[in-house]
């Protein structure tokens, strides 16, 4: 078993500043890539930022204003999105992911947490 939990959204006015974080634990044996996506009504759910084997990946709308980063604690691996000068287009459900192999699989599978809510708005 595993678990993404997230936390850390919220609602904040054009400008301001959020760090969502997510906390993976469980039955984890090697993490390919961690990452965050958004998603709004009526569309599909889009990455965000990514961490793939130490390199970071972002999305055009979000360069310079976003930064991923993780940490490896004992049992539990944190990822963290440091949103910054946050624009009304970016509210959206945040998701956690990723992408691990379980001890004893020979294959990886995705997991996701259950989504934090980020409104942006005056």
């Known amino acids: 078993q595993v678990q993404l939990v997230e936390s850390g959204g919220g609602l904040v006015q054009p400008g301001g500043s959020l760090r969502l974080s997510c906390a993976a634990s469980?039955?984890?044996?090697?993490?390919?890539?961690m990452g965050w996506y958004r998603q709004t009504p009526g569309k599909e759910r889009e990455v965000v930022a990514n961490?793939?084997?130490?390199?970071?990946?972002?999305a055009d709308s979000v360069k310079g204003r976003f930064t991923i980063s993780r940490d490896n604690a004992k049992s539990t691996v944190y990822l963290y999105l440091q949103m910054n000068n946050l624009k009304p287009e970016d509210t959206a459900v945040y998701y956690c992911?990723?992408?691990?192999?379980?001890?004893?699989?020979?294959?990886?599978?995705?997991?996701w947490g259950q989504g934090t809510q980020v409104t942006v708005s005056a």
């Open positions: 469980g039955s984890i044996f090697s993490i390919n890539a």
């Open positions: 992911n990723a992408n691990l192999r379980a001890p004893f699989r020979s294959t990886s599978k995705d997991y």
């Open positions: 961490i793939i084997s130490g390199s970071t990946n972002y």
